[in-house]
């Protein structure tokens, strides 16, 4: 079953720190890159960090670098987000999705299976 399934989430104060993880129990994860999205109310959907199928390169956005970090345990089949310094701004729905990794990429255009996603709010 190639489903990705999101946890972590929750209620924060602002500062504060949260893990995410995006298990994908009925895929061989080493094949595929993850992207992590969030949607924010009355926003689109935009993509905030990537990761390729051995873990070895990330790429993010500018509005989480240097306080949310992507990374991977294919062993466990689970991809991580971790975020800290959390601002209101990163109140939204967030979600994984995989893409099969075929040319090395970090992050790809199209990501075929998504998650439905966990809800983070930042607020005091």
């Known amino acids: 079953q190639t489903q990705l399934v999101e946890s972590g989430g929750g209620l924060v104060q602002p500062g504060g720190s949260l893990r995410l993880s995006c298990a994908a129990p009925g895929f061989i994860l080493d094949y595929y890159a993850i992207g992590w999205f969030r949607q924010a109310p009355g926003k689109e959907r935009e993509g905030i960090s990537c990761?390729?199928?051995?873990?070895?390169?990330?790429n993010y956005t500018d509005s989480v670098k240097g306080r949310f970090t992507i990374s991977r345990d294919n062993t466990k089949k689970t991809v991580y987000l971790q975020m800290s310094n959390l601002k209101p701004e990163d109140t939204a729905i967030y979600y994984c999705a995989a893409a099969r990794d075929r040319w090395g990429h970090v992050c790809y255009t199209e990501y075929p299976y998504w998650g439905r996603g966990t809800q983070v709010t930042v607020s005091s």
């Open positions: 990761i390729d199928s051995s873990g070895d390169s990330t």
